[in-house]
């Protein structure tokens, strides 16, 4: 009898992620080895070119915020790709395609990996002219500023009726936002609390900047209706900046809410909203409609050239991202930062 085979055994390719674990209460990211079949499911299998790093990423990555849902988790919650497989009717091998929010980085593997499995619901194909590296030096950031503007677009925000503040002007959101209301032909008014910002800010578009006033300034100053400054504002801020934006802001206008760097709690008054029809909108980038994150990016793709990703943009390798994400929780970080997985 002839001897019998022995079964051979397949073995996995493995592949480099930044992962998220639970460390005595609070997330820590390392890098490991991981392979296809640890990755959550989803009908595409992606080959990731590029992530990037967002203020949601940092406080994953640093555990100073309750941000991942389970663990462990591959960071990112942004991720650009070529689909490496399908079992969607929607999407080919040979595709590139852009997912961001939904749950990546935070309840389901996200992009700081060389490989992705993600649901087909949450992917867009990428528009041209948009190349991937661009799409990620806007990635959630840019996707958020444009979805701010068209919320306030549609609640009557047009050229011509007043500037439009942008606090946090340095960060990511920020640093896009000036770009894409200075391209749509709006005047910005950006207010940083970082002097030696002045000639990037106006570079991006910025018509003026400001000193964001302090926050002893700020409760000085601040009254239930101030003089009319803008007739709209996208803040990053929140905290005690969101009552003095909406006390200054003209009949009829709207702040977008975007963030919380000073906090996610603020005392105000109605005055605004009664008195002067003042509209408070609140940006929920990560749960859009598919139709709605193609329209953007579509309006993205043909905006590109005038946004200045060039200079508000750096390259980060994944083996460098722990050393990177303490400056967006400082405050040092500015504008986008891509990241190259494969680097």
Same mark, same amino acid.
Request: glycine share 12%.
């Given at each position: ?9 397949k073995?996995e ?11 005595? #209460?609070?997330?820590a990211g390392?890098?490991? %080895? ?30 100073q ?18 689909v +490496? ?8 091998p040979?595709? %590139?395609?852009?997912?961001? #929010? ?6 389901? !593997?996200?992009?700081?990996? $060389?490989?992705?499995r993600?649901?087909? &619901? ?6 041209s ?7 990620? &030096?806007l ?10 503007? %068209? ?11 007043g500037?439009?503040?942008v606090?946090?002007a ?8 000036i ?7 709006? %005047?910005? +008014? ?7 910002? $002045? ?9 003026r ?30 905290g005690d900046?969101l009552?003095?934006?909406?006390s ?5 206008g709207?702040v ?11 005392? #105000?008054?109605?005055y605004p /909203?009664?008195?002067?029809?003042v509209?408070l909108?609140?940006? !929920? ?8 994150? $193609?329209?953007?990016w579509a309006?993205?793709?043909t905006?590109v ?15 460098q991202?722990?050393?990177?994400m303490?400056? /967006?929780?400082?405050? $040092?970080?500015q ?7 494969n680097?």
């Amino acid at each position: 009898m002839p001897a019998k085979k022995k079964s051979e055994k397949k073995t996995e390719v493995s592949f480099p992620a930044f992962r998220l674990h639970d460390v005595e #209460g609070r997330s820590a990211g390392r890098f490991e %080895e991981i392979t296809l079949s640890q990755l959550d499911l989803g009908e595409l299998v992606v080959r990731v070119a590029y992530s990037s790093v967002n203020y949601k990423d940092a406080l994953a990555a640093t555990g100073q915020g309750k941000i991942v849902r389970r663990f462990p988790c591959v960071g990112g919650i942004d991720l650009v790709g070529t689909v +490496v497989s399908s079992e969607s009717p929607d999407f080919n091998p040979g595709d %590139e395609v852009i997912a961001t #929010g939904f749950g990546l980085g935070v309840s389901h !593997d996200g992009g700081y990996a $060389q490989y992705a499995r993600v649901p087909a &619901a949450w992917a867009v194909s990428l528009p041209s002219p948009l190349t991937a590296f661009e799409s990620m &030096a806007l990635g959630t950031a840019g996707f958020t500023a444009a979805l701010a503007l %068209e919320r306030m677009e549609i609640m009557g925000l047009r050229q011509g009726r007043g500037p439009v503040a942008v606090t946090g002007a340095n960060g990511g959101v920020g640093s896009v936002a000036i770009a894409l209301l200075a391209a749509k032909g709006y %005047e910005v +008014v950006a207010f940083t609390s970082k002097p030696h910002a $002045q000639e990037r800010l106006k570079l991006l578009g910025a018509s003026r900047v400001e000193m964001l006033p302090s926050v002893q300034e700020r409760n000085v100053v601040a009254k239930p209706l101030m003089r009319v400054a803008w007739a709209g504002a996208i803040d990053n801020l929140g905290g005690d900046a969101l009552p003095w934006l909406l006390s200054g802001t003209a009949t009829g206008g709207c702040v977008a809410s975007v963030g919380n760097a000073l906090g996610a709690t603020f005392d #105000g008054s109605v005055y605004p /909203f009664i008195l002067r029809g003042v509209s408070l909108l609140g940006i !929920d980038s990560a749960n859009c409609t598919l139709s709605l994150r $193609q329209r953007l990016w579509a309006q993205l793709a043909t905006l590109v050239d005038g946004l200045h990703l060039p200079e508000i943009t750096g390259t980060v390798a994944l083996t460098q991202l722990a050393e990177l994400m303490p400056s /967006f929780i400082n405050g $040092q970080a500015q504008g986008r930062w891509v990241v190259d997985v494969n680097a």
